[in-house]
């Protein structure tokens, strides 16, 4: 049975930090590339970075220089570092692969 946990979300200040985690189980992290996705209120879901089965990492240009995907194979886990926030970045995370996709978690940035 595959499935993704996305956690780690919450309320932060503007310029604060946060690490996501997206623990998977059912397959294997050298199995299937991982991609974190965010959907904010009333738009579309947009996708932010990805790590491939190599740790390759990819990064779209709302992810590029303030957040950083990683992996952990011993824990079958893939991160997501997100550094200086904005309110901008507030939204539902997701993280998601070819086998599937995680619940998400609610991350607010906010004063």
């Known amino acids: 049975d595959v499935q993704l946990q996305a956690s780690g979300g919450g309320l932060v200040q503007p310029g604060g930090s946060l690490r996501l985690s997206c623990v998977v189980s059912?397959?294997?992290?050298?199995?299937?590339?991982i991609a974190w996705f965010r959907q904010a209120p009333g738009k579309e879901r947009e996708g932010l970075s990805c790590?491939?089965?190599?740790?390759?990492?990819y990064y779209m240009d709302s992810a590029e220089g303030r957040f950083t995907i990683s992996s952990d194979n011993a824990k079958n886990t893939v991160y997501l570092q997100m550094n200086s926030l904005k309110p901008e970045d507030t939204a539902v995370y997701y993280c998601a692969s070819p086998a599937g996709w995680g619940q998400g978690t609610l991350v607010t940035v906010s004063s």
């Open positions: 790590i491939n089965t190599s740790g390759r990492t």
């Open positions: 059912g397959f294997t992290l050298d199995g299937y590339a």
